[in-house]
């Protein structure tokens, strides 16, 4: 028989608020292999990432994968890791914090805000935690995920609804799957660009560096291939790029099997091999910054683009904290959270704290212990 979470410390007449739950992938809890290890062994055993039968997978993950893997994946993780942290742990951290300010500013009622991670830490259970002590009856989960695809968004709500099926009272739920045309979003790609080549100069070719993923899934319909060529697209177009100027690729291989194509590694070797001076590599799908941005990118790739003879491969940050990211993303939630008690302009803190005594009054009044 299955046992239901309750709220800790219950009564009638507690206070409600609405919860906002941001999620991004997660990474290890520190450049260590051993930590790496436990993080990789939850990311890549979760069907949604990996579609292969589970014993044979299994044998995979744990045989050649998990002995080997995260020694080297550590080593990475070192290179980019911070006195903070984890640049996606801080960044995505900074990110929740500016929304959940913005949000306390624009919104009459209480709003509290809090990070999870698909894998690792914080982890999604620990974010609802605190959104259901808070006092959540309202919830809207976004992923940092500009592009819908089941290996990412379609994770995080699994991981979100298992979560609430442990719950007594599940609270309303809004789900945001994807913002990949946006034009908020578009707008702070094309504006970020604009500021590094203002800064830096325009490179020869720029190239749109998308995190990949194998290719039965476009044929089995997932929309992710798709989104990721109109985000693209649309920011070429507000930057009003020729279209010989631009390119799209896919990253982060992993295994033998076709993935997206074409691949961003052989994509900077190709620019490197026929002499291309500057290459300027944007990743719009990533949030925050991360492994697959500041290592992957910026310095792998970096080597690939040289070794083959090309010149200078130039990394554009991700969108991370920036004020116009911070700006869309909090009119995107406020736009989801559209009329629920806490954004009608006559909520009152006053009125509803006096509604809630009286709730408890009437309760206890009928029998109620608390």
Known sequence: MPTYESRANFEHGLPESLGVLIVNLGTPDAPTTSAVRRYLREFLSDPRVVEIPRPIWWLILNAFILPF???????N?????????SPLLVHSQDVADSIGRQLSARVSGVVNVELGMTYGNPSIDSALEKLYAAGAQRVVCLPLYPQYSGTTTG???????????????????????HYHDARGYIAALAQSIREYWDEHGKGEKLLFSFHGVPRQTLDKGDP??????????????????????WQVSFQSRLGR??????????TVTAFGEGGLKQLDVVCPGFASDC???LEEIAMQNAEFFEEAGGGELRYIPCLNARDDHVAFLTRLVEKHIGGW??????WSASDVARENEKTRE?????GAEK
């Open 257 to 266: 099997a076709e993935w997206l194509k074409p691949y961003t590694a052989d």
């Open 291 to 293: 492994l697959e941005t």
């Open 224 to 245: 992710y291939h798709c989104q990721c060529l109109k985000t693209a697209r649309l920011v070429a177009e507000s930057l009003e790029l020729a279209d010989e100027e």
């Open 341 to 346: 008690p806490e954004t009608s302009p006559d």
């Open 155 to 177: 994770s995080v709500f699994d991981v979100v609804t298992k979560a609430l099926n442990r719950r007594r009272w599940v609270p309303e739920f809004r789900f945001i799957n």
């Open 77 to 85: 993780y070192a290179t980019i890791w911070t006195e903070e942290g």
């Open 362 to 366: 009437r309760a206890l009044a009928a």
């Open 69 to 75: 893997r995260p020694a080297s994946s550590a080593k």
